[in-house]
């Protein structure tokens, strides 16, 4: 028996080569063929966006008496006066539906200082309430006209006490600002019968507690 295999075996075998040959063409052909997101006319996709809702913002409310007390130093013309506000009211108390008393008191100094006296003539106060969708109904302004000519004495060691109450507000009232316009008499000489007349205006804030 010969041991050399068949012409017709062989090419049997090449025929089968050749089939799997072409087989794995195809499949590399298939591998490096053109990814669908580089095709053209392709769009890239992405990832969808997810939409942060916005915080609100808190703003704080401004309270210059939370400690209890407050004090400004003003300037008009030669004229520098000092005013300590505090109110009898505790803060927390401080709701729209009582009243709020406001006590001030104030004394002065000259600069330059020839002997004059300073006098008050006239404070106002005036009221703006603050809601939060924005000013509110506010009541009357305050007014202390002096009794006495040309005015009080407020020139250091002496000084000008006073208290006024702020009625109810609106139930959505948040906060206050008062503004107060203090009215001076400045003595020409120290011996003179004329004045200069000077103003000085401070604002005080002060918050309003919720009510219970």
């Not at 809702?53 to 007390?69: H, M, Q, Y």
């Not at 407050?70 to 520098?80: D, E, Q, V």
């Not at 000008?160 to 009625?167: A, E």
Request: proline residues 9%.
């Amino acid at each position: 028996m010969s041991n050399h295999p068949s012409p017709v075996r062989n090419r049997h075998v090449r025929h089968a080569l050749q089939a799997v040959t072409a087989a794995a063409i195809v499949l590399g052909l298939s591998a490096c063929g053109t990814p669908p997101w580089e095709e053209p006319g392709a769009q890239p996709t992405s990832s969808p966006r997810v939409s942060k809702t916005p915080r609100p913002t808190v703003s704080a409310i401004t309270n210059e008496l939370a400690s209890g007390s407050a004090k400004h130093t003003l300037t008009a013309g030669s004229a520098t006066l000092t005013v300590d506000y505090w109110s009898t009211l505790s803060m927390d108390a401080w709701t729209a539906d009582v009243n709020k008393p406001v006590s001030f008191s104030l004394s002065g100094v000259l600069n330059p200082d020839d002997l004059q006296a300073l006098y008050l003539s006239r404070v106002t106060l005036t009221t703006t309430v603050h809601g939060p969708k924005g000013q509110l109904e506010s009541p009357a302004p305050f007014t202390d006209q002096s009794t006495v000519a040309p005015g009080y004495l407020i020139k250091a060691p002496y000084s000008y006490s006073q208290t006024f109450v702020l009625p109810e507000v609106d139930s959505a009232a948040t906060g206050v600002t008062l503004t107060i316009t203090y009215e001076l008499l400045v003595q020409a000489t120290p011996t003179s019968a004329e004045y200069a007349k000077q103003t000085a205006v401070d604002t005080l804030t002060i918050a309003i507690a919720p009510q219970a």
